[in-house]
């Protein structure tokens, strides 16, 4: 989700449409609290066992 965010912040900035950098920039915060939260240990996406 967060390589999604980063790569629509660039189009957006490169093609100057905005609505495609706030997207990104939405998709990138949302990727790096669930990363964060997924590194802390706690379950995301209700995923308890990783196999």
């Known amino acids: 989700m967060t390589v999604l965010g980063v790569i629509l ?6 093609t100057g ?11 990138v915060a949302i990727g790096l609290v669930l ?5 802390l240990g706690h379950a995301v996406g209700g995923r308890r066992h990783y196999y």
């Open 9 to 14: 912040l660039i189009i957006g900035f490169v």
């Open 35 to 39: 990363w964060v939260a997924g590194a």
């Open 17 to 27: 449409i905005w609505i495609l950098w706030t997207i990104g920039i939405v998709l």
